[in-house]
Each structure stands twice: as structure tokens, then as C-alpha cells.
């Protein structure tokens, strides 16, 4: 085993309480400072548990995320502020966690986490914090976590609950896939852009995986192998449901089929389509063209009524998704129907919905209002 680093005069007095704590002292501190971490994401979960393993010293950080700050992300995000607005989120997160703890060594990854990358990139650290927001994201860093044998800390959030879990197969517990074996239908779970999220959540979740990250790093404590950890903030509950590994787990099971992080799940969309059956879409700017060419168009709103103060496109009717089935009459089946909500994923199971239910030329409108809003800023 490798001598671990020493600490400065400066890092003894920054981790002071630390270094008092049964389990960690000077020899667990060092230990955090010859660590390494892979977040995927500086969103929602990623900032809280940045921040704290930043602040905690551990001595590698790399950091995924190709996006840009949104002044939508300012609720929940708190690694970014007003200031960073249009700019890069890693540049943002960097800013910030080197004013945390400038002793931490960070590894800046402005690149989307895909099969075609995503073992090189988690082969380089000892534990993987998952922070995305969609499936596929999460089927492949379990997928890499497993083939490579490292710990992958999962988080998610949804309104006002939120779970924590740590997969790890070679410890013992189960794998993402031994909750989830497959991908869920599209659009059958919404974002959390379109269910939305009370801004402290993420913080709560995101530090209990950050404390999760830190306990394995150190060999302390009992993760939460084969546990879900969930949190009810209405109800201020946690309760624990137990996860058992699936024998018939097509990845950790006892015949596994899956021997490759490219597969169904990991290659969808972030929608959850699979690819060669998306739905039929439109760009915000072609709708645009269109429109400005003078066609005489179907425009379908499906969102709720109170959405419609974040915008509106010319000449939509609103018809709110959940009140479809019952207005199909109101619409015409002999027209190219071109359905939008805030994002997509709402529109999309509408468009799912009007194909099967004898409107052949409904069409998904890219990106909903928030597309048609950036061409208009």
C-alpha cells in the first residue's frame, strides 16, 4: 500500500475537528487527501456533495457536466450563482470549490458521460457520486461501476422525497439494475424540470451521499449496501426498504447477458427512448420558419393552464395532457399536429398517445416552451 501524503501546517489547522473525530484523525485525513472521486453532474445533488467533499479534503474531485448554468438552477444549485449565468458550470463549480478548499486538486470534465467514455473516465477514481438526472445516465454508471469494481453512491429526488443508496456488487450488495432491470417507458416518468422540486431537497440528498462517499473512502461505518434510503420531507420521515440482489439480474445476476456498458438502457435517450423508435419531432426554429411563413398550423399546448406565464406560441390550443383522452374530438385527425409542453417529455407521451389513438401526423415539438423562449431571448 502506498505511503499516504502528509498534511500541511495549513491543512492540520483546516481539519482540526476532523482529526479529533474516532475513525478519521490524522491517518483517516490523510487517507481523504489520497482520494479520488468521480461526480457525474454539478446540478442538484452534485453542488451540496461537491461542496462538502471539497470542504472535507479529499484530494481528487472530477467533475462531469458539459452544461451551462440556467437561471433556473439557481433555486436548488447552490455551487452556482448570478454571476455565472450563460457560463460554464464547471467553471462555475471550480470557482467556488477552490474558494472552499484550495488544497483539492480538481479534474474538469466538460464532456457528456456516454458508453464510448464513460470506463475510461470512471477507471481513474475510487468512487463514483452519481448526481444525473435521467435513466440512462444511471444505467451507465452502475453498468462502468460494476465492470470495474468500484462503488457507485446514488441519489435521486422527485417533488419533496428523495433516496440514497451505494451499488456495489463486489462488496456484497445489489445493483441498480436489481431495483430497476429496465428502462421505464418514455415519458412515463417525468423530469424534474416538469414535476419540479423544493430547492432544499437536493441539499439533504446530496449530503447524505456526500457522508456515504466519504464513509467508503475511509472504510468507516456500514454503507447502505442492499438499503434505499428514503426521505419524506412532508412527512419528515426516513424509513429503509432492502434491496436484494436479483439472481436473474441480466448485469450482477447468475447468467448475466449484459458484458458491455453499450446496451438498451445505457445508449437511450435521456427521455428514455430507445434508438430507431423516437417519436417524430420538430425544432423549435423550423416551427418558428413555419410560422413566420405564413403556414396555417395546429399548435397544441399540453401543459396545465398556469404554465402558460412562462410563454405561449402563437395560436396554441391548450388542452392539458391529463384532459386528452376525453377532447379528442376537438382535434383535427386529418392535420399535421404539432404538440408542445415546457420541455418535451409531456408533449412526447402526447404524441405516443394521438398516433395510436388515429392522428398519424402528431409531431413532438423539440424541447417545448423552453426551446421556443431561447430563440426569442
Given at each position: 500500500?502506498?505511503?499516504?501524503?502528509?498534511?500541511?501546517t495549513d491543512e492540520l489547522r483546516r481539519y482540526a475537528r476532523h482529526l479529533s473525530v474516532p475513525?478519521?484523525?490524522?491517518q483517516g485525513?490523510?487517507?481523504?487527501?489520497?482520494?479520488?472521486?468521480?461526480?457525474?453532474?454539478?446540478?442538484g445533488l452534485g453542488s451540496p456533495a461537491a461542496l462538502y467533499l471539497a470542504a472535507a479534503g479529499v484530494g481528487r474531485i472530477g467533475l462531469i457536466d458539459p452544461d451551462t448554468v440556467d437561471r433556473s438552477n439557481l433555486q436548488r444549485q447552490i455551487l452556482h450563482g448570478e454571476s455565472w449565468v450563460g457560463k460554464s458550470k464547471l467553471e462555475s463549480a471550480a470557482a467556488r470549490l477552490r474558494e472552499?478548499?484550495?488544497?483539492?486538486?480538481?479534474?474538469l470534465l466538460p464532456v457528456r458521460f456516454t458508453p464510448e467514455n464513460a470506463l475510461d473516465l470512471v477507471s481513474r477514481y475510487e468512487v463514483v457520486l452519481d448526481?444525473?438526472?435521467?435513466?440512462?445516465?444511471?444505467f451507465l454508471s452502475n453498468d462502468a461501476c460494476f465492470l470495474l469494481k468500484k462503488p457507485c453512491v446514488y441519489g435521486s429526488i422527485f417533488r419533496f422525497e428523495g433516496q440514497v443508496t451505494v451499488f456495489a456488487s463486489h462488496l456484497g450488495g445489489p445493483c441498480y439494475r436489481c431495483m430497476l432491470p429496465s428502462l421505464p417507458a418514455p415519458g412515463s416518468a417525468p423530469s424534474c424540470e416538469e414535476a419540479g422540486v423544493l430547492g432544499v431537497l437536493p441539499g439533504v440528498i446530496g449530503s447524505l451521499q456526500a457522508m456515504e462517499t466519504i464513509k467508503l473512502l475511509l472504510g468507516i461505518g456500514e454503507p447502505p449496501l442492499g438499503k434505499l434510503l428514503c426521505y419524506d420531507a412532508l412527512n419528515t420521515t426516513f424509513r429503509t426498504l432492502r434491496l436484494r440482489r436479483d439472481p436473474a439480474c441480466r448485469l450482477c445476476g447468475d447468467t448475466p447477458s449484459i458484458h458491455s456498458v453499450s446496451n438498451t438502457e445505457t445508449t437511450a435517450s435521456p427521455s428514455c427512448e430507445i434508438?430507431?423508435?423516437e417519436i417524430p419531432a420538430i425544432s423549435a426554429a423550423d416551427l418558428a420558419a413555419r410560422i413566420a411563413a405564413g403556414e396555417d398550423l395546429y399548435i397544441l399546448d399540453v401543459r396545465q393552464p398556469e404554465e402558460e406565464i412562462e410563454g405561449t406560441i402563437p395560436g396554441a390550443h391548450l388542452i392539458p395532457l391529463a384532459t386528452l383522452p376525453q377532447r379528442l374530438a376537438e382535434i383535427p385527425a386529418d392535420r399535421e399536429l404539432l404538440v408542445h409542453c415546457r420541455s418535451g417529455g409531456r408533449?412526447?407521451?402526447?404524441?405516443?398517445?394521438?398516433?395510436e389513438s388515429g392522428?398519424?401526423?402528431?409531431?413532438?415539438?423539440?424541447g417545448g416552451i423552453n426551446a421556443w423562449n431561447a430563440l426569442k431571448a
Open positions: 500500500m502506498p505511503e499516504l501524503p502528509p498534511l500541511s475513525g478519521v484523525g490524522e485525513q490523510r487517507k481523504l487527501k489520497a482520494s479520488s472521486v468521480l461526480m457525474i453532474g454539478t446540478g472552499v478548499n484550495p488544497h483539492v486538486e480538481l479534474e448526481g444525473c438526472d435521467n435513466f440512462p445516465t444511471r434508438p430507431g423508435t408533449s412526447g407521451r402526447a404524441v405516443k398517445f394521438l398516433r392522428f398519424p401526423r402528431a409531431v413532438n415539438v423539440a
